[in-house]
């Protein structure tokens, strides 16, 4: 069994690279390499939309570089690139998919949840890009303090609307160990959704968390990728 040295962290839609910090941090404590790569999905220039292939480009790039092997840990959105090019890394011995899109070849985030936007959802007159919500509060941080929510929507990122629209080539999990964490309190994608994409996964973990267990429920994240360097 080959050991792993790293630990990739994908950040899902609207959000960049800071919102795993907490996460981060504490792996980095733990003597583990991290990488936290930045998605142009989700950016500040709304000419420059990046779509799922330039993510998933960015994820390749990302486990082409790290040291030893890796696990990866997809959040929401996030589960599109990963799962569109984990497998041909060479380099993942696990992905856990943390309320994330858990997606088959020739599915995309917009067929998954019916071809129908969610009303919470802000489309930009030009149709390229989904604004952050005006309910972001609600949606994803609902178990946050009052805090750690106001900056969280703060940082939000307009994020590019083909992203959602493509489909994927490939799907990692048929090939690799997977862990599907469902967050129970989830107001972004829910649970009835959560539980039928994890039967995907090898094994099934639940969280009494919100969208973003990472900003509220961090030390529980951390265990849970120890969890899957252990088990694989």
Partial sequence: MSKVDSVVLVHGAWHGPACWSQVARRLLGSGLDVRVPALPSAGPDPGRPGDLAADAEVVRAALAEVPGKAVVVAHSYGGLPVTEVAARSGKVTHIVYLCAFMLDAGESLLSAI??????????SA?????????????????????????????????????????????AAWQELPSTYVICERDNAVPVFAQEAMSQ????????DASHSPFLSRP????ALVH???ATR
Avoid at 114 to 123: A, L, S
Avoid at 219 to 222: A, F, I, P, R, T
């Fill in 126 to 170: 030009d149709g390229r890009l989904l604004l952050p919500p005006e309910s972001a509060r609600d949606v994803f941080y609902n178990d946050c303090t009052d805090e750690v929510a106001a900056a969280a929507v703060a940082a939000l990122l307009p994020q590019s609307r083909a992203s959602f629209a493509q489909p994927l080539s490939a």
């Fill in 200 to 207: 995907r996964a090898r094994r099934v973990r639940r969280l």
């Fill in 114 to 123: 019916g071809g129908q936007d969610p009303p919470w959802w802000i489309t």
């Fill in 227 to 229: 969890d899957a360097i």
């Fill in 219 to 222: 030390d529980d994240v951390v």
